[in-house]
């Protein structure tokens, strides 16, 4: 079965960086879709990132330029490393997995994503 544990989430001061790690067993990590979400406390959840098996990578406006997502084939990661951090990006993030890639547009969408993890908290504090 397909599993998926999340680390490296923490309380950081804004301005700070982290490196979210998502380890994926149970399935051919090579051949997915995979991305990364967050919840901030009484928000929906939302899409962050996402890449494809090739390495073509997507990102939330909000985000862009300062988070990079990436994958390690060789070691079934998938990584997440995040710079300039905001207090605006505290929230439980997610990894989510998928065998087949979403619909044009639509990689942000939750309902896309057949597999979670249990997520991992990130706070930034001012």
């Known amino acids: 079965q397909v599993q998926l544990v999340e680390s490296g989430g923490g309380s950081v001061q804004a301005g700070g960086s982290l490196r ?3 380890a994926a067993s149970g399935y051919t ?7 990364w979400f967050r919840q901030p406390p009484g928000k929906e959840r939302e899409g962050v990132a996402a890449i494809e098996s090739d ?8 985000v862009k330029g300062r988070f990079t997502i990436s994958r390690d084939n060789a ?3 998938l990584y997440l490393q995040m710079n300039s951090l905001k207090p605006e990006d505290t929230g439980t993030y997610y ?32």
Request: aromatic fraction near 18%; charge should be neutral; include cysteine.
């Open 20 to 22: 979210l790690s998502c």
């Open 29 to 35: 990590f090579s051949a997915y879709y995979m991305g």
């Open 95 to 126: 990894c989510a997995a998928d065998p087949e890639p979403p619909y044009a547009g639509t990689w942000y969408l939750v309902r896309q994503y057949n597999y979670w993890g249990q997520g991992t908290q990130v706070t930034v504090s001012s």
């Open 75 to 77: 070691k079934n990661t």
């Open 55 to 62: 390495g073509k990578t997507s990102y939330a406006d909000s």
